[in-house]
């Protein structure tokens, strides 16, 4: 801070304005009233012309004005928030995310540093359950660990010996059991396979307590939550999202009977959490008519999505449906979801109906199948600004079908964070450019095709998809087709603005341009100004849902 006269501090702002006059002064001495004011920053407006300042100005939950720091003396805020430097930018926007209640038996397993972390986790679980109660948990893998190898199911006996667990891996293919809960389920050495999925044996021939795609053989034993815990905690997993400055989100997926409780939980809390747009999964002619809503329907706060359909699995499974065969097979490509004809059957008629598409579809052959069926519907029934998306986008396909789905206008909704997270899984069942070039983002790119960047959760988080996007790396800190690159001004683009036009709100909310909604976030650095190895060290600040500070880091 400069010590100044304040005299002459105020004339000096005065001047800045341009009200060193007589004729006016009134209009420059009594400064318009603002509900917040963000100064002495980067202000990152994101737009296409890449507007910045140095602060923001919010009244009635929009931005009014980004420009220097004389708008403190254009305004009087009720809020001044000082950024010291920081940088304040459009709120990101996850275009596909899960978010789901959990029951209070449930443990979160992403982010795991080590399976001895996993054990202290589930025998605290177990003490807080006491004895004979189920155990579950979600997101562990073999990649995060030091040991760099599945839990199994010794691991469990050990940490709670009076439990069944079952902890199901990242991405949801597979999970492991304990001895309790496989002798409980019936699940012994003498049962067969069963069909679509895989006990695996141990090296000494006995189960290890991993299932593969069957996992339903033990969970289904696995008494329902009430629906005030899993309330409750789909509240809370919402809130948390404020903390990692996502305002937006499109979550992928709930049977169109589940859109009912978002709707619920939007009336009582929805202007205390991000804004979301839910997709609905496919359920059936009629279960869709029956539901009566449309891609697009709702207010700032919940809106219809996009409808889901899986055209393959994943590669956490694995089942992603390829060209070739994986790594190391003679003829295993995974498989399609459901026969060729039935898929285009869901897509002609629910293009008829009007929905708009965001499909799951990992392998390059899904991926090319999906193309096919959405351009023969455009050519059968045209509907400009269909805003039709695959999700995932993993397996590069042919140039041929990234030129088609630009010339037909198919967005992209990709997770550069999969390059970081899967990597071991691509080495795994890849191999050559379909390692090298796993989730590609450049390349899709310069031929045209619109990407936006999202998480699904594996992790949640957008700084390491950040990362990821601008450095290619995984994990374990190789790079992988460093030509799939993009720059972190792009990368951020597809965080935000991009995110907004999948659910058709580009004009009221992605960047700070005054009149748009003020969904901002506070990062403890400029992404674009950092060295991309510290990217992952950024931190979220604040997070400011439509001008009010939902989340702010403890200081
Ligand atoms: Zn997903």
Known sequence: MKAKPAADSTLLRLAALGCVTVAAPAACTNPEPVDLLLHSGTVLVLDEAGTTGTALAVRDGKVLAVGADDLRDRYAAEREVDLRGRTAMPGFNDAHIHIRGRARRHIPLGGLSSIEELQDLVAAKADELGPGEWITGYGWSEDEVREQRRPLRADLDAAAPENPVILTRAGGHSAVASSLALSLA???ENTPQPDGGVIERGPDGELNGVIRERQDLVSRLVPAATPEELRESFVAALRDLLRLGITSIVHAGVAPSGFGEWESVYAEFGEELPRAAVQIRWAGTEAMEAFGRMS???????????????????FTGPAAYTKEPYRGEETYRGSLVRPEQEFRAIVREAHAMGWQFAFHAIGDAAIELAVDAFAEVLAEEPRPDHRHALNHFTVP??????????????????????????????????????VERNNPVRSAMDRGVFMVLSSDILPIGPMVGLY???TRRGMSGEVYGPDEAISMGEALVGY?????????????KGTLAPGMLADVVVLSADPRAVDPEAILGIEVDMTIVGGRVLWEKPS
């Open 468 to 470: 990821a996007a601008t």
């Open 397 to 434: 396909p042919s140039d041929e079908t990234m030129d088609r789905m630009a010339d037909l206008g198919i967005l992209i909704i990709q997770q550069p964070n999969f390059t970081y997270t899967l990597e071991g899984r691509y080495r795994e069942y890849l191999d050559g450019y379909r």
């Open 186 to 188: 019936g699940v012994d």
């Open 296 to 314: 697009g329907e709702g207010d700032e706060r919940l809106r219809v999505g996009p409808l889901k359909v899986f055209v393959d699995g994943g």
């Open 496 to 508: 935000t603005r991009n995110g907004a036009f999948v659910t058709r709100e580009e004009d009221i």
